[in-house]
């Protein structure tokens, strides 16, 4: 027993406290991850044997789109599903004015990343607004990266296939194997919510925030395209996945991005030095995965404190191991999305510190 563990539980240091209780066994837990690690071996399994590309993002679609219950997570995947095929849609229209012309282009996403974050803030439907501005201005980001509009056109749309297919199939698994829902009895029903904010277009808060959003997501990306780093691409990901209403609540998701990425690029550095080099099978991979899926998915089927970390040990593992259509071997990735996310944490922190700054309540929205 280390020195730690042998401390009574009223002197050990509180974040060790904290850590334990929110990763201890409750109602639900083991079968939200079981679902998604039989989910997540189908969708790598699938991917590598029909070869469709982007195998790490539709690993990690299915811990984004899982949740406690089939019905929730039915919702959440029909519109994801809606507002990618809108958004890719929206983006190819969208090329063919700025594909060659990125003078254009840049406005152009910092306008969607507005709408986008504005939407998020006064409408009912926000986070399907969120979602389509996102995705139009993430897709917009990478045109240097492509030889050709052609070439760019069918990224696009396997893009979309890599998104949608793994979505399909975790509505699927979970109505399978979730449990329906429990009947909430005793406090009285919620009001029903008000398609749009009374005060949408009075709260100038709300036009603060999508411009504070818009202004971090593209000074990163002004940055690591200037340092022709494409690597850190994640930088501007960050910022637009941790903005929060006030500073303290972004902060602390950032912190959960931060760790939960930090842990998930050990574990992938970690498979690459001494796993994936005796590796001869997509057995042996799947095996992998599914640990990790396992780890990941029950942190994320934690508490709002702390699930967000789970979804990031997930990218971050998946981003070192599934770049490819075979496990990858190299350490720069490691490096360039941990150094993205840094560059996000502080871009965004700067932001929020010396413009508008906005004190929100303790339990500030987690929608995304």
Not at 203 to 227: D, E, R, S, W
Not at 281 to 308: C, M, N, P, Q
Request: one cysteine or more; glycine letters at 8%.
């Amino acid at each position: 027993m280390d020195a730690v563990s042998a401390l009574p539980l009223t002197t050990r240091p509180g974040w060790l406290d904290w850590l334990r209780r929110a990763l201890a066994p409750a109602p639900g837990r083991w079968d939200m991850t079981l679902r998604i690690v039989v989910t997540t071996v189908l969708v790598v399994i699938i991917s590598m044997a029909l070869q469709i590309p982007e195998v790490l993002l539709s690993a990690f679609m299915v811990i984004f789109v899982t949740k406690e219950n089939k019905v929730i997570t039915t919702l959440v995947g029909t519109m994801l599903i809606l507002g990618v095929t809108i958004a890719i849609g929206i983006s190819i229209l969208v090329y063919r004015c700025t594909f060659d012309y990125p003078e254009i282009r840049v406005p152009v996403m910092a306008a969607v990343l507005f709408a986008g974050f504005f939407a998020l803030r006064v409408l009912a439907v926000g986070p399907l607004g969120f979602g389509i501005g996102f995705v139009v201005a993430a897709t917009q980001s990478i045109a240097e990266l492509m030889p050709s509009a052609e070439y760019l056109v069918r990224w696009l749309l396997w893009f979309w296939v890599a998104i949608t297919y793994p979505i399909v199939l975790t509505v699927i698994v979970n109505r399978l194997m979730a449990s329906a829902p429990k009947p909430k009895t005793g406090g009285p029903p919620k009001p029903r919510k008000r398609m749009v904010a009374a005060d949408a277009f009075s709260n100038p808060a709300h036009v603060h925030f999508a411009l504070k959003v818009t202004l971090a997501a593209m000074t990163c990306y002004i940055i690591y395209t200037g340092l022709d780093w494409a690597g850190i691409h994640t930088a501007f990901i960050t910022c637009c996945f941790i903005s929060l209403e006030s500073m303290g609540a972004t902060l602390h998701k950032g912190t959960l991005r931060l760790a939960g990425c930090a842990c998930g690029g050990l574990l992938g550095f970690l498979s690459i030095m001494y796993l994936v080099p005796h590796m001869e099978s997509i057995v042996s991979l799947a095996l992998l995965i599914a640990a990790v899926a396992a780890l990941a998915g029950w942190v994320a089927a934690g508490s709002e404190r702390i699930a967000y970390a789970g979804l990031q040990i997930a990218l971050a593992f998946y981003m070192c191991i599934l770049q490819d259509l075979a496990p990858d071997t190299d350490f720069v990735k490691i490096r360039d999305r941990i150094v993205g996310i840094v560059l996000g944490i502080a871009v965004t922190t700067l932001v929020y510190r010396y413009i508008w700054p906005e004190r929100g309540p303790e339990g500030a929205r987690q929608a995304r």
